[in-house]
């Protein structure tokens, strides 16, 4: 059973910081960590990814928050990080992770957390 959560969202006004995170529980079963993102939705439109890493490294950003948001990961624990910074109000959305894993052997499998708010006023 996987289980992911993320927390962090709040209110805040244009310009501001916010940190995200992500756990992704495994219930003491072992797997392998494929990679973690985090993803966005903003209300009437499509979810849109807004960073990525991957178990190489390999870390993409969306070019809407390119040089404002940065990602991070302590694999050991499954967790993801996303520090937000210089925030507008289009960042305003529903911010989700998910965590991509697999059991010993297996295909990588992704998995969703509820998501957490994000507002960002003017």
């Known amino acids: 059973q996987v289980q992911v959560v993320e927390s962090g969202g709040d209110s805040v006004q244009v310009g501001g910081s916010l940190k995200l995170s992500c756990a992704a529980s495994?219930?003491?079963?072992?797997?392998?960590?494929?990679?973690m993102a985090w993803f966005r939705q903003a209300p009437g439109k499509e979810r849109e990814l807004v960073s990525d890493i991957r178990s190489d490294g390999t870390i993409t950003y969306a070019d809407s928050v390119k040089g404002r948001f940065t990602i991070s990961q302590d694999n050991a624990e499954n967790t993801l990080y996303i520090q937000m910074k210089s925030l507008k109000t289009e960042d305003t959305a529903v911010y989700y992770c998910?965590?991509?894993?697999?059991?010993?052997?297996?295909?990588?499998?992704?998995?969703w957390g509820q998501g957490t708010q994000v507002s960002v006023s003017s």
């Open positions: 998910a965590a991509d894993l697999a059991r010993l052997g297996g295909l990588c499998h992704r998995y």
């Open positions: 495994t219930s003491g079963d072992i797997f392998r960590n494929c990679g």
